[in-house]
């Protein structure tokens, strides 16, 4: 069965910075785009970026464009999400997710997601 | 970037019920639509994509259709498991945005 598992989450400070990780297991981790959804407590869910399979471009949402950073390691089967210039509006679980198939698809596989508060 | 509406945002049903949720699309993205549920607490999971095809292990009652700028999610028979929240999401290109959430809660 697909794992992946999320960590790296806690409180930062406006402006500060945190990495957060997902172990990806199960699956041919680098044949895969993997995904980044955030959840604000209380609120729906808002698609952040995605980075491709084999090298292709990374996509972002406006809202963290030139902030957050997407990255892979395949191999140690990681997926990674820097984000830096934190906002209080940047508050949310933080889910990574498997995209289904190359192409128009969704994403099929999400973690459990790991909390990220930003808050002086 | 493509907009999502979801209608209505919050239904009460019965067990037993026919519901059906509808998203619109701001511009047409053929059938390159997916319809996500989510119970508190958890993560979402994937229901249907392309428009109408069922993902593995999803059952029969859930239906979706549509294409263009118009999509509907169907339960046939409201279970007691299926309360919950369901967003579609837009796959034709990105940002991959959704909608913006329709919570179906017991009568």
């Known amino acids: 069965e697909v794992q992946l598992v999320e960590s790296g989450g806690g409180l930062v400070q406006p402006g500060g910075s945190l990495r957060l990780s997902c172990a990806a297991s199960?699956?041919?981790?680098?044949?895969?785009?993997m995904t980044w959804v955030r959840q604000a407590p209380g609120k729906g869910l808002e698609w952040v970026s995605v980075?491709?399979?084999?090298?292709?471009?990374?996509y972002y949402a406006d809202s963290v464009k030139g902030r957050f950073t997407i990255s892979r390691d395949d191999s140690k089967n990681t997926l990674y999400l820097q984000m830096s210039s934190l906002r209080v509006e940047d508050t949310a679980i933080y889910y990574c997710?498997?995209?289904?198939?190359?192409?128009?698809?969704?994403?099929?596989?999400w973690g459990q997601g790991t909390l990220v508060t930003v808050s002086s | 970037d493509i907009q999502l509406t979801q209608s209505p945002s919050f239904l009460s049903a019965s067990v037993g019920d026919r519901v059906t949720i509808t998203c619109r699309a701001s511009?047409?993205?053929?059938?390159?639509l997916a319809w996500y549920q989510q119970k508190p607490g958890k993560a979402p999971k994937l229901l249907i994509y392309?428009?109408?095809t069922l993902q593995s292990g999803v059952p029969s009652r859930f239906s979706g259709s549509g294409s263009g700028t118009e999509f509907t999610l169907t339960i046939s028979s409201l279970q007691p498991e299926d309360f919950a929240t369901y967003y579609c999401?837009?796959?034709?290109?990105?940002?991959?945005?959704f909608g913006q959430g329709t919570k179906v809660e017991i009568k």
């Open positions: 997710a498997r995209k289904m198939n190359f192409g128009k698809y969704p994403v099929d596989y």
């Open positions: 199960e699956f041919t981790f680098s044949s895969f785009s």
């Open positions: 980075i491709g399979a084999g090298g292709s471009p990374p």
């Open positions: 511009q047409g993205i053929t059938s390159y």
């Open positions: 392309a428009a109408s």
């Open positions: 999401q837009q796959v034709n290109s990105y940002p991959r945005t």
